[in-house]
């Protein structure tokens, strides 16, 4: 089913220089993802510094474990994402039964994950050797943030199938939006209402709700190609199969680096309160230096994907070796890592 889309709201991947695509896609993500780091820095400002060490501490005694779930629902949607909306060679084609088969995982993944680490947040948190004295508001603020993994599950798929189409900018004024909103609320809830931690589990629920509000609001009105109708909406064995496929080992991808940080995080906490706030602050900072190459893998999952949709295979080839020239040329510019030889091709 051929549907045609408008040019303001997507971007042709497949034409032109490879390279000034993938920087044109990853800007807006790379940006937006520091927009979440600045934010999440922010948060630990406020809760270290107004309700204390201990609540500091208590936010971020479980944030590997978070990491390794929410890594895991992301990546599966930024893979769900890859087929649904694709560019053919007779124009822009969508097979909106990919979208309606994506959404259909999507709720499931939603209500199981949502339900299961609910069901198993005080082991969990006891997993990762929390400190007994903060563990009561560990365990407040970690069963909020479960709660709000199917608003984030629907955003990442949501906004992943909005880039799929080529356009970054738009989901990244929606996380300016719902960061703005959430540190607001912050200071309303925290500061204001004195809900301590239990307000800032609060506000990140109330702006993951309403960043997913905004991907459907947009997508109603601005890329109606993404909404299935008439057979698109049936349920398709295979399709189900190959988003799978596609998605569970992009979500492994994206959360196996977590299962170290389990371990570290476990030893830091049996330490006490005063190391594990001091873990926290610093791998809020850390996560401001990885996120240029992460984006760049996520603009190269949709730069392929629309390639592979025109069949433009040696196009993907171009794009796979430029991006890997240009992150090892990043990686190149710490000190430590001057001695490494770029490759010549």
């Avoid at 990686?331 to 430590?336: G, K, N, T, V």
Wanted: glycine share 10%; hydrophobic share 50%.
């Amino acid at each position: 089913m051929v549907k045609t889309q408008s040019s303001k709201s997507t971007n042709d991947m497949t034409v032109g220089s490879p390279m000034r695509a993938i920087i044109k896609f990853a800007i807006p993500l790379i940006l937006g993802y520091i927009l979440q780091q600045m934010y999440l820095i922010i948060d630990a400002a406020i809760v270290g510094r107004w309700i204390g060490v201990g609540a500091l501490a208590a936010v971020g005694a479980s944030s590997s474990i978070m990491f390794l779930i929410m890594g895991f629902c992301n990546g599966s949607c930024a893979g769900f994402a890859i087929l649904s909306p694709s560019f053919r060679r007779q124009g822009l084609c969508q097979d909106a039964a990919y979208v309606s088969n994506s959404i259909r995982i999507a709720v499931v993944f939603a209500v199981v994950i949502t339900f299961l680490s609910c069901i198993f947040c005080g082991k969990i948190l006891h997993l990762v050797n929390t400190p007994k004295e903060v563990f009561d508001d560990a365990y407040i603020f970690l069963m909020l943030q479960f709660a709000a993994i199917p608003f984030t599950i629907g955003y990442n798929l949501l906004s992943g199938q909005i880039r799929a189409l080529g356009n970054s900018k738009q989901p990244f004024y929606f996380l300016i939006t719902a960061s703005v909103i959430n540190i607001i609320l912050d200071g309303i809830l925290i500061l204001g209402m004195g809900l301590g931690v239990e307000g800032a589990g609060i506000a990140t629920w109330i702006s993951q709700g309403i960043s997913m509000l905004l991907c459907i609001w947009f997508i109603k009105k601005k890329m109606q190609i993404l909404i299935p109708k008439g057979e698109e909406r049936k349920f398709d064995n295979k399709k189900i199969s190959i988003l799978l496929n596609n998605g569970v080992p992009m979500g492994l991808q994206f959360s196996i680096t977590a299962i170290g940080l389990i371990m570290l995080q476990s030893a830091n906490n049996a330490l006490g309160t005063v190391y594990v706030a001091a873990f926290t602050a610093s791998m809020r900072i850390k996560y401001l230096f990885t996120c240029v190459f992460e984006n760049i893998g996520v603009a190269m999952a949709t730069y392929c994907g629309q390639n592979l949709g025109a069949r433009k295979l040696d196009r993907i080839g171009q794009g796979v070796r430029r991006s890997i020239r240009m992150m090892l040329g990043l990686f190149r510019l710490h000190p430590s890592c001057s001695s490494i030889r770029l490759p010549t091709r």
